[in-house]
């Protein structure tokens, strides 16, 4: 849209008629309203053509282009209703008997409908049949859904990542008779039968310290009774949840925690024996129900060794974690569109902003933060999906330590898009102020940033030595990457040794422990600068886009760079490669790798 100078003006009194109110308006830069959010991903669609079998692909690639019209359509509707009508705790029926529940708008519940009936997300990874595939999908498959649906509804993909989490806990701890009573009905489409899964985890004494807990189990025959209470519990109306409490007589710390299932309701009918207190009025993530509740006795039965529940918690803690990081990357994607649009079609002194170098390098560096959570989705859904040695310590290091980044550069980019947007940006009617309420969510559930960081380097590296199965990982990677200028593959390699190095040097050290974010974030710099160009270099090799190169050396240089940022250096690559970003058209491989080394 070009820039045209306001006609002069005859009769002043019709700048207040509707129809000048309207003309007004067309320089309201729009949303993304009406996109295809599939369609209009590049980046997605190139990466799964690395990481997905062709067929596969092939079979999915209709339904993902459905979501993604969803996602710009019908169900950005639904996502803005459901966070401006939160849901509501009902403590009484009309007859005044006790038995509280919890009323959601009917924007949520379609959602889930969409989310469980027509997509079955909870259900992918968990049963074959799912959107027709014969075979239970890969965990890349499931998180390109996840990705895409993040981008417009942040809420409703906690009780989908949470049936998922808890039905696969259940199919690996749960008793024959558990797992015939609820399996089936937590993996089924069929919204009339279906059961949603919940976690209660945070208690007031431990926060982040779940080893503190002081919720009691004692044992009633075949099954346990639950005294005590849980502070944030996810979708606090599930049906069947999953819980850490400490058996009677069992000793303090972790070690003493066994792994419960407790169902809403009992097998005859009635309702198990615990209260939801209040719901939490949260900043964010308002359209999905956070509570309170109090345990009097309710019914739960032990999944697995009931001195082996914290370890086996901890399983669904890399699950849950990798959905965070999908969320990230899909709001920041959702962000960084939002911010183009704005760019696209907004102008200011004479000129659309997309043509304003500070725009134009803001766009790209939150372009980064975006691809950089993309890539490293990719790798740890890989990762997760195997069950070798080698993989598991992978994804021991990766989890957190994208969990972390991710999580943080997401607060970035909504914030940055928010900005783009100007006043309008921080209005309620418009995406973003959404976006950056939800955002901050990723940097408190499941860990805080320090406490994902400290997992990093004190037991992934310290401990477990993970570091050094990332690094051949890496390694392989790197030398993979072929029509890459050599000075430039060993300069990523010197500098990937440097943060192996560092995340082992601070890890062994006690008195270093003030770097350990830092040393976390090097790690999840050079990892996905290493995919970046690894990607890069096998979609160009196939005569496709080969534009991640140039987004691994804006990671090397923006991100990894100890170069003084007081400095007004031209550096030649730069202005080229924000240009070749910027713009729709595939950039070569030949075009890539000559930037590379500018």
Not at 149 to 164: I, K, R, S, Y
Not at 306 to 333: C, F, P, W
Not at 461 to 467: F, L, P, S, T
Not at 479 to 498: K, M, S
Request: with cysteine; net charge neutral; aromatic share 6%.
């Amino acid at each position: 849209m070009n820039y045209i100078a306001p006609a002069p003006v005859a009769d002043p009194a019709t700048l207040a008629g509707r129809a000048a109110v309207a003309r007004r308006s067309q320089h309201i830069a729009p949303d993304c309203s009406g996109l295809n959010f599939y369609e209009i991903d590049r980046s997605l669609r190139d990466l799964l053509t690395l990481y997905l079998d062709p067929p596969l692909l092939a079979h999915l690639a209709p339904h993902l282009h459905e979501l993604g019209k969803l996602a710009g359509g019908r169900l950005n509707e639904l996502a803005d209703l459901a966070d401006k009508h939160p849901p509501e705790l009902r403590f009484r029926d009309k007859y005044g008997r006790d038995n509280e529940w919890i009323e959601t708008h009917p924007a949520y519940d379609e959602i889930r409908n969409i989310a469980f009936g027509q997509f079955g997300m909870h259900a992918m990874t968990q049963r074959a049949g799912v959107l027709g595939w014969p075979e239970i999908m890969p965990a890349v498959a499931k998180q390109a859904f996840f990705y895409l649906f993040a981008q417009v509804e942040f809420g409703v993909l906690c009780p989908v990542n949470l049936t998922d989490c808890t039905s696969d806990l259940l199919a690996r701890y749960g008793s024959p008779e558990l797992k015939a009573r609820y399996l089936d009905r937590m993996l089924t489409q069929n919204m009339d039968e279906l059961l949603y899964g919940a976690q209660f985890m945070t208690e007031k004494i431990g926060g982040s310290d779940a080893g503190a807990a002081e919720l009691m189990a004692v044992r009633d025959g075949d099954q346990w009774r639950l005294y005590g209470e849980k502070w944030f519990c996810s979708n606090a109306d599930g049906d069947v949840a999953v819980l850490l409490a400490r058996p009677q007589g069992a000793q303090a710390g972790g070690r003493g925690l066994g792994l419960f299932l407790m169902p809403r309701h009992l097998p005859d009918g009635t309702r198990n024996s615990y209260r939801i207190a209040r719901l939490k009025d949260k900043l964010g993530s308002r359209s999905m129900p956070s509570g309170e509740i109090i345990f009097d006795g309710a019914v739960a039965y032990h999944l697995g060794q009931i001195d082996r529940g914290m370890k086996q918690m901890l399983e669904m803690v890399n699950y849950s974690r990798v959905s965070h990081l999908t969320r990230a990357a899909g709001m920041m994607r959702r962000c960084l569109n939002e911010a183009l649009q704005v760019a696209h079609h907004r102008n200011a002194f004479g000129h659309r902003v997309i043509e304003y170098p500070l725009m134009r390098r803001q766009l790209v560096k939150m372009m980064i933060k975006t691809e950089q959570s993309l890539s490293a989705l990719m790798l740890a859904s890989v990762m997760i999906a195997r069950s070798d040695e080698h993989a598991a310590k992978v994804v021991r290091l990766l989890t957190p330590v994208c969990k972390y980044r991710a999580s943080r550069d997401n607060i970035a980019v909504a914030t940055a898009a928010m900005e783009a947007r100007g006043g309008n940006g921080y209005i309620e009617d418009w995406p973003n102020a959404r976006l950056v309420r939800d955002a901050h969510l990723g940097v408190i559930w499941d860990g805080t940033s320090s406490v994902n960081a400290l997992d990093v380097i004190q037991r992934a590296v310290g401990k477990e030595r993970a570091h050094r199965q990332l690094a051949a990982e890496l390694g392989e990677r790197l030398a993979e990457a072929r029509g890459v200028p050599g000075q430039f593959r060993t300069r990523i390699g010197n500098v990937l040794t440097q943060a192996i190095d560092f995340a082992e040097e601070v890890a062994d050290n006690p008195d270093n422990e003030r770097f350990t974010r830092v040393a976390a974030s090097a790690l999840y710099h050079v990892a996905t600068a290493v995919l970046m160009l690894n990607e890069g270099a096998r979609l160009g090799e196939a005569g496709g886009d080969a534009r991640r190169l140039l987004m691994a050396r804006f990671v090397l240089e923006h991100r990894l760079s100890d170069q003084s940022k007081l400095s007004v250096k031209q550096d030649s690559w730069e202005e080229p490669a924000i240009s070749l970003l910027l713009d729709e058209a595939p950039v070569s491989l030949d075009t890539a790798s000559s930037l590379l080394s500018a």
